[in-house]
Nanobody
């Protein structure tokens, strides 16, 4: 069982940066692939970024590639999403997710545990 708690969301102007974090409970964090997803009002939850258990392999949605960076610190049971050059269309609630395998995925259905999310709002 893994519990995930996100933090770091907020209001930021377009072009700004923000880093959101997700702390996981449990002693087996390093065995889980992790991902970030987001959901805007009236839209489906969509993939943002994912990272393998070692942190070596990462993947990104085309819409954030080159602007966002996912990373993890297994010693701190934490996964991060650094967001640069933010756009108003990045406004959404951002969710951290854990997958009970070591390989990352971009499919929302492949993740077993979810946090409550943190709101990111980008003003124009």
């Amino acid at each position: 069982q893994v519990q995930l708690v996100e933090s770091g969301g907020g209001l930021v102007p377009a072009g700004g940066s923000l880093r959101v974090s997700c702390v996981a409970s449990g002693r087996t964090f390093s065995s889980y692939a992790m991902g970030w997803f987001r959901q805007a009002p009236g839209k489906e939850r969509e993939f943002v970024a994912a990272i393998s258990w070692t942190g070596i392999r990462t993947s990104y949605a085309d819409s954030v590639k080159g602007r966002f960076t996912i990373s993890r610190d297994n010693a701190k049971n934490t996964v991060y999403l650094q967001m640069n050059s933010l756009k108003p269309e990045d406004t959404a609630r951002y969710y951290c997710a854990a997958r009970s395998t070591r390989a990352s995925s971009s499919d929302v259905n492949d993740f077993d545990y979810w946090g409550q999310g943190t709101q990111v709002t980008v003003s124009s």
